[in-house]
């Protein structure tokens, strides 16, 4: 059972989540929150699979609430996905760069919601890693060029390919394709970059990869 917890200011945009939710036989809301403080604290209690986040809210916005949530280690197997009005938003970056798995567009498809709460749950991929991808190099682009970093230099060449491919957007199964190797061993790859470079998960895993240089805004189609 997949256990969700909702925070958005706007009561009827919970009622109308925790409907589709609770349609779901894989899937329960533990709690409901109207800010970010509120939300931090049901956290700390229900310790969802899952928060779906509305960037925007009275008292601590979903921003910061993101980054308490990412910065306790007692919370390590929570993800958040970031609901958002716009797809390319600074605030939705800052909050990806800050530890949310990725986001998802409040009028986007209810299944396609659906999938992107499965997949952050499951651990295997971004939501719309496309987009997410779109999102990262569009505000990557307006930084300056990164330093090189020492921080790439743990890695082995073969975890910064496959980082690299993670950054385009690739599942584990497209990276073995890819790469003509097991689906086990690319996820093996994927989580000792994550490890070696500190990235909490996949999502963070994309910002390090442009924040290091690795891969630059314009080189993935």
């Known amino acids: 059972m997949i256990r969700v917890l909702l925070a958005d200011d706007q009561a009827l945009v919970?009622?109308?989540?925790?409907?589709?939710?609770?349609?779901?036989?894989?899937?329960?809301v533990v709690g409901?929150?109207?800010?970010?403080?509120?939300?931090?604290?049901?956290?700390?209690?229900?310790r969802p699979d899952?928060?779906?986040?509305?960037?925007?809210?009275?008292?601590?916005?979903?921003?910061?609430?993101t980054r308490r949530i990412a910065a306790d280690d007692r919370l390590a197997?929570?993800?958040?996905?970031?609901?958002?009005?716009?797809?390319?938003?600074?605030?939705?970056?800052?909050a990806v760069r800050a530890g949310a798995s990725g986001f998802l567009v409040k009028d986007t498809d209810p299944g396609e919601l659906l999938r992107g709460v499965r997949v952050v749950a499951?651990?295997?991929?971004?939501?719309?890693?496309?987009?997410?991808?779109?999102?990262?190099?569009?505000?990557?682009?307006?930084?300056?060029?990164p330093p090189p970093s020492g921080a790439l230099d743990a890695l082995t060449p073969r975890e910064r390919e496959v980082m690299a491919?993670?950054?385009?957007?690739?599942?584990?199964?497209?990276i073995a394709r890819r790469l003509v190797v097991s689906t086990?061993?690319?996820?093996?790859?994927?989580s000792r970059a994550m490890v070696k470079l500190g990235a909490r998960d996949r999502a963070q895993l994309v910002v390090r990869a442009y924040e290091t240089g690795l891969v630059r805004p314009g080189w993935l189609g």
């Open 14 to 28: 919970r009622a109308g989540f925790r409907a589709l939710l609770e349609s779901q036989p894989d899937m329960e």
């Open 32 to 46: 409901e929150a109207g800010d970010g403080a509120h939300a931090l604290e049901l956290v700390a209690v229900r």
């Open 50 to 65: 899952v928060v779906l986040m509305d960037i925007r809210m009275p008292a601590l916005d979903g921003l910061e609430a």
């Open 77 to 94: 197997a929570v993800r958040v996905v970031i609901l958002t009005t716009f797809e390319l938003d600074e605030y939705v970056y800052e």
């Open 122 to 145: 499951g651990g295997d991929a971004l939501p719309s890693p496309g987009v997410t991808r779109r999102l990262i190099a569009e505000f990557a682009a307006r930084t300056k060029s």
């Open 165 to 174: 491919l993670a950054a385009e957007g690739l599942s584990n199964d497209e």
């Open 184 to 190: 086990a061993t690319a996820r093996t790859h994927v």
